[in-house]
Structures are given as C-alpha cells and as structure tokens.
C-alpha cells in the first residue's frame, strides 16, 4: 500500500531539514521569505515544538553553532 504525506507532514518534514543544517534565524527568514508563514502560526508553533521548552532550544543553538565552527 502506498501512503502519501499530508502537506501538513510534509511541512514539517522540510522544516526539520531546514533546522537541522541552517541556524534557526536563517530558517525563520527563509520561511517568511517564502510565505510559508501564512496560517495559524501559534498551532503550527506548537505542533513544531511541541516537545522543546525554552532551555532546550537554547542547547540546541549553542550545539549548532560549535559544529559549525568546527566544519
């Protein structure tokens, strides 16, 4: 059987890659730049990051900028 993603999935997905390879200030322009944006940003927000609190984005940027620094 073949299961096709829902846009909303598929959204997700790429915002996943995007963070994992660009800094999150990058990827907030890039999404606004692309008008990504538009919608009920507070429920996107909380699906997003439904599992990070404030202390674990913030570790999550401080390793992100040490690899980046050491590629």
Known sequence: MIRVKSEQQVLQEGLQVLLSNMEPSKVARFW???NIGSGDYLRL???FFVQESVASLY????EFQTL???A
């Open 68 to 70: 980046k620094r050491e």
């Open 45 to 47: 927000k909380d699906e």
């Open 59 to 62: 570790s999550k940027v401080l």
């Open 32 to 34: 606004a730049a692309c």
